[in-house]
C-alpha cells in the first residue's frame, strides 16, 4: 500500500465519525498515529541502508510536535512526554538527514554537469561531508539509545493507553475548530517575509527560512484537520506547501554553500558550480513577487479566515461563497 493510501485510510477514519467527535478525541487519535509512525523506523533507521526511513522518522517527530502544541490546550500529558525533548530529537535526526539530503544532491545533481577539474573539487567536498554525518549519524545512534529518549516513549505509551485531558477536550471539534485554526493562520499572514521584495532576497535570507518554517508549521497543523474542510482548504494546504518547497530549495542552497565554505573554503576554484547554485536559487524565488503580494491582499486574507468558519465532516460540501474564491486567486 503506498505511502498516500495509508494517509488517506487515517483520514477515513476519522471523516467516519459524528459530529459528536471532540477536540480530545481527534488529539489522542493524531498524537498516536505520529507516535507510531516516529517510533517505527528507528531500528531501521539505525540499520542506515536507506536513507528515507530516517526523512520519514524526522518528519513523523516534527509532525508529533505540532500536534502537540496545536492540541496543548486540551491534553494533560506526562512530564515525560516533553514537547523541548521531541524538538531536540528532530534537530539531532535533521542534523544527519541534512548532510543526506546535501551529499545527494552535490553527487547526482551537481557533480555530473561539470568538467573534471571541478569534479575532483566536488568530490573532495563530498567526502568532507561524508565524514561530519559520521559524527552526527553518532550523535543520532547515543540519543536513541539514550534514557531521555527511552523516557518519552514510554511516556507517550501510557498516555495513549490512558489519556488525561483538560475540560476545554470535550467541546464538539466543529465548535473549537475555527478557533484553532484561526491563530495559525494568522501567524501566516503576520510574518514579515511577505514584505520582502524580491530584489532583497539575499539580504533578508533568514527571515525567508523563518517563513519557510512557519510555513511548514501551518502544513503539518492545517494537515491533521483536511477531513473537516472542503476544496478551498485542501487548495490552501497545497499552495502553502509549494512555497515552502519553493524556499525550502532556496535555502538548500545556502545551506550548501556553508558547507562547502567548511570543507574546501576558496569557493571561486568552483565557478560552474556557483553559477548552477545561482541558478537553482533563480528559479526557486523566480515567482516570489506575485507570491507576496497575493498574500498581502486585503480580499484573499479575508476569504482565508472566512474559510476557516465553515467546518464540515462532510468532504464534498463547500460552502456556495467560498467555491473557487481560495483557489482562482
Known sequence: MKKEEKEQLSFNSIHELTENLTL???AQQVITEQFHRMSKPAKRVLEDTDPEHLHQMRVSTRR???AMQI????ILLPKRAD??????LARILGAVRD???QIASLQNEYQPQFEQTEQKQIQFAIKALKKQRVAAFQAMKTALNDRPYKALQTAFTNWIEQPKFHPIAHLPLLTVLPDVLSPLVAEVLLHSGWTIAQDNIAVESETLHDLRKVCKHARYQTEFFKPFYGEPFHNWIEEIKQIQDRLGSFQDTQVLQSLLDEAIGNQA???QLQEKIQQTQAEALSTWDATRQKYL????????HQMLLHPTLHRDRVHPELVGEISSN
Do not use: I, M, S
Open 269 to 271: 576554484e568552483l565557478p
Open 83 to 88: 514537547r523541548k525533548q521531541v524538538r531536540n
Open 99 to 101: 548532510l543526506d539530503v
Open 71 to 74: 492540541f496543548d490546550r486540551a
Open 64 to 66: 508529533l510536535r505540532t
Open 297 to 304: 491582499d486585503q480580499n484573499f486574507r479575508y476569504h482565508l
Open 24 to 26: 480530545g478525541e481527534l
